[in-house]
């Protein structure tokens, strides 16, 4: 996920994301909601949850952008 989420906790990644997915900006949801699963701090719960999000995310609009999803 790079350096540009670096600095964030997996909550507040998380946030973020459910901001973005809210906002229709779907790609920045599951790169967030990646990030968030990925963040050091990211709980069992936050984890499944984000994956869970990506899977919902990409089954209802039919999304898959194999660019974002490389890590």
Do not use: K, W
């Not at 968030?36 to 990409?58: F, K, M, V, Y």
Request: charge should be negative; include cysteine; hydrophobic fraction near 40%.
């Amino acid at each position: 996920m790079g350096h540009f989420h670096m600095g964030y906790t997996a909550e507040q990644l998380f946030q973020m994301a459910q901001e973005s997915r809210r906002n229709r900006r779907f790609g920045d949801a599951i790169n967030l909601f990646r990030a968030a699963s990925a963040a050091p701090d990211a709980t069992e719960d936050i984890r499944r949850t984000c994956l869970a999000s990506i899977n919902l995310i990409q089954e209802i609009n039919g999304f898959v952008n194999t660019d974002l999803m490389n890590p």
